[in-house]
């Protein structure tokens, strides 16, 4: 994310990881999650990703911003038979991100 956290439970501050699922179309987001220090992100979106398939069903296509997703994301999308796609830009997630630096978040 960019940004450090700091909280008295740590003795350092923190760089959380953040997971935004959000449809492409509309652009509404589905899911979000910070990771705590103590979390893998990598983790956090498998669950995340499971999560959503477990309760909604499988999605045609999952598209991520980064290689570290898309290796995440790679084994769950060959089973399910989604298609996983790198891109760019995410722009729908990218004006929720950019609201939440506004917000100091």
Same mark, same amino acid.
């Not at 959380?16 to 959000?22: F, R, V």
């Given at each position: 994310?960019?940004?450090?956290?700091?909280?008295? /439970?740590?003795?350092?501050?923190?760089?959380?990881?953040?997971?935004?699922?959000?449809?492409?179309?509309?652009?509404?987001?589905?899911?979000?999650?910070?990771?705590?220090?103590?979390?893998?992100?990598?983790?956090?979106?498998?669950?995340?990703?499971?999560?959503?398939?477990?309760?909604?069903?499988?999605? /045609?296509?999952?598209?991520?911003?980064?290689?570290?997703?898309?290796?995440?994301?790679?084994?769950?999308?060959?089973?399910?038979?989604?298609?996983?796609?790198?891109?760019?830009?995410?722009?729908?997630?990218?004006?929720?991100?950019?609201?939440?630096?506004?917000?100091?978040?």
């Amino acid at each position: 994310m960019g940004a450090k956290v700091t909280d008295k /439970k740590y003795s350092r501050p923190a760089n959380p990881s953040m997971a935004l699922l959000g449809d492409a179309e509309s652009g509404t987001i589905i899911h979000f999650e910070m990771s705590e220090p103590d979390d893998d992100p990598v983790v956090m979106l498998a669950e995340i990703v499971l999560n959503f398939i477990f309760q909604y069903g499988i999605p /045609k296509e999952i598209r991520v911003s980064n290689v570290i997703a898309e290796a995440a994301l790679e084994q769950i999308c060959g089973i399910c038979g989604s298609k996983l796609r790198r891109i760019k830009r995410l722009k729908g997630l990218d004006s929720f991100r950019e609201s939440m630096y506004r917000f100091g978040l």
